[in-house]
């Protein structure tokens, strides 16, 4: 996220013709080190936004998987200037272990004169303070696959390997139809490009609806890569999406089985406590100037909604398989 202008800078959002950018630093760090970047505790950074549902999908997975000692985290602030993400959250407006303001730093020490946009999920060699990869598709197979050795003792399996090919097609339709389908409703510059993504994105959601239904989670019985990459983006629908991206033929709370089962994850810790709703509209409100020039951010909607139960545990289902919950966030 925050790959879409091309360096315009934020007033482009909703001007210019929306093209997902595909990521450009597609390395992996791997238990074998075979792209040059071997699976070390503390080695690397994970920068993130937790405005950005690309970014999230890494949190709730490093959540789950029990990464927190082994991979730390820095949070960018969810208004982003037009070198896009920096760390004005943090003292002197320094990202305390890679000492560096924007992001657009390692790039640049990955890539000289980088010509395209500065993307979260990112990961960061802290030694070197290059940038490692932004394949944000890529990165959370990688923690769920790779990174084993350091997972905590519990952790589940979240891309198990007799589900991987139900997992890679499921998601594919979704982020076509759905995870992508939204930023290409909310930034088409033509009604017809508008109303194209609409039906998508709605379509998709009919689907997942009925799917849904009668099973608690989308792969399996167990919460899967597919659930997190579909959370990321529910989480974000009436707070943003329903009104912001004008796809508002309903909200997420109007459909009882896909407001239920996002609630059941949202109540699941790695979910909801990974979650911030301010960083949420305050990002896509005050940043896509383009389609939101009065950069206000609404007050709604409200959020109380989201710790009532769900009765989704009555489908069945081990959210965790046989490992564990994680234990609580650290500070």
Known sequence: MGDTEDGAGNAAYGREKFNRSRSHFTDRVTAD???GWPVEAGRYRLVVSRACPWASRALVSRRLLGLEDA???AVADPIQDDRSWRFTLDPDGRDPVLGIHHLSEA???????????????ALVDIPSG?????????LTLDLAT?????????????YPEPLRAEIDELMEGVYQDLNNGVYRAGFATEQDEYEAAYADVFRRLDLLSVRLADRRYLVGDTITEADIRLFTTLVRFDAVYHGHFKCNRNKLTEDPVLWAYTRDLY??????????FDHIKRHY???????????????????????????????????????????????
Not at 130 to 138: A, F, G, S
Not at 146 to 158: K, Q, V
């Open 33 to 35: 080190g075979r792209d």
């Open 71 to 73: 991979l730390s985290l």
């Open 285 to 331: 409100y005050q940043v896509h100037t383009g389609i939101n020039p009065s950069a206000i951010v609404p007050a709604g909607p409200d959020l109380s909604g989201w710790l009532t139960p769900h009765h989704r545990e009555d489908l069945g289902g081990r959210p965790f398989g046989d490992g564990t919950p994680p234990g609580p966030p650290p500070a």
């Open 130 to 138: 290059r940038l490692v990869t932004n394949d944000y598709q890529r």
């Open 146 to 158: 790779e990174w084993t050795d350091l997972h905590r003792p519990g952790a589940p399996d979240l």
């Open 267 to 276: 109540q699941t810790p790695g979910f909801g406590d990974t979650v911030d």
């Open 107 to 121: 790039y640049d020490a990955r890539e000289t004169d980088y010509p395209g946009g500065v993307s979260v999920p």
